[in-house]
Nanobody
Framework: VQLVESGGGLVQPGGSLRLSCAASGLTFSSYGMSWYRQAPGKERELVAS????????NYADPVQGRFTISRDNAKNTLYLQMNSLKPEDTAVYYC?????????WGQGTQVTVSS
């Protein structure tokens, strides 16, 4: 199983980024998917999650209304559209695939919000 994140980078406050997570080696449409992030010196935290067919989405309070999680099961890809970015959004962002007791993580992509 491989989960490969991309789309991170340096962006100014108020800007936007779109993260992608390409999955392989698993039946993507069977897995619930999530985005997590970890800032320096802090614990990894859940950002957003989406059910296997995309019918249910949940967001952490700090990103509600600014971030949108989506998935394309035909392309085995998970997305995170991030708008109105703030310096406190700076972190390494990870995607996670989960099904029953199985869980897989990507290697992460750095997002830095700074002027």
């Amino acid at each position: 199983v491989q989960l490969v994140e991309s789309g991170g980078g340096l962006v100014q406050p108020g800007g936007s980024l779109r993260l992608s997570c390409a999955a392989s080696g698993l039946t993507f449409s069977s897995y619930g998917m999530s985005w997590y992030r970890q800032a320096p010196g802090k614990e990894r935290e859940l950002v957003a999650s989406i059910s296997s067919v995309g019918g249910s989405r949940n967001y952490a309070d700090p990103v509600q209304g600014r971030f949108t999680i989506s998935r394309d099961n035909a392309k085995n890809t998970l997305y995170l559209q991030m708008n109105s970015l703030k310096p406190e959004d700076t972190a390494v962002y990870y995607c996670k695939a989960a099904y029953a007791r199985l869980a897989y993580w990507g290697q992460g992509t750095q997002v830095t919000v700074s002027s």
